[in-house]
């Protein structure tokens, strides 16, 4: 009895362990250009590298000068492998340069799960802040944050 109590045990423990989530660390930097109105197209160096491009959808002043910006990300890995992202509010704040704004996604970017390739399946969240000097229309970021699979 105490056998098959045993077998039992460990088949539950090894089922449970291919169930688990396994998360690591991601991190790397942004490089994009405003190619339109409302539209941005660059690349991510880093654990995320490729290409990627930001949709505006909205834009709304926020408290002290701030402004706050909807957007929708598109991201394309190196390897073909796609992110899906849900809609995301990056916050402008203002510096003494006329155009000029330190930028940073505040509540981050939420990793949902249908993307594609090894991104299919994908949880996670995605802090970026840097700069985006509207009057020239280019931005730079740091992202770090966390993408996690169950196994």
């Known amino acids: 009895m105490r056998k098959i109590a045993f077998v039992l045990l460990a088949l539950a423990c090894s089922a ?28 991510a160096t880093g654990d995320l590298a490729g290409g990627l491009g930001v949709h505006v959808l909205d834009q709304q002043p926020g408290t002290g000068g701030t402004v706050l910006i909807t957007v929708q990300h598109h991201w394309v890995t190196t390897t073909g492998d796609t992110l899906s992202l ?22 981050g970017v939420h990793v949902k799960r249908n993307g594609t390739g090894a991104f299919a399946g994908v949880t996670g969240k995605i802090y970026s802040w840097g700069a985006a ?12 944050g966390q993408v996690c699979k169950d196994q």
């Open 133 to 144: 000097d509207f009057a020239k229309g280019e931005i730079v970021l740091r992202y770090s």
């Open 86 to 107: 849900d809609q995301a509010v990056v916050t402008g704040f203002p510096t003494s340069v006329p155009g000029l704004y330190a930028v940073s996604y505040l509540d």
């Open 16 to 43: 449970a362990a291919r169930s688990e989530t396994k998360c690591h660390q991601v991190a790397g930097s942004i490089v994009t250009n405003f190619v339109g109105p409302a539209d941005t197209l660059g690349s």
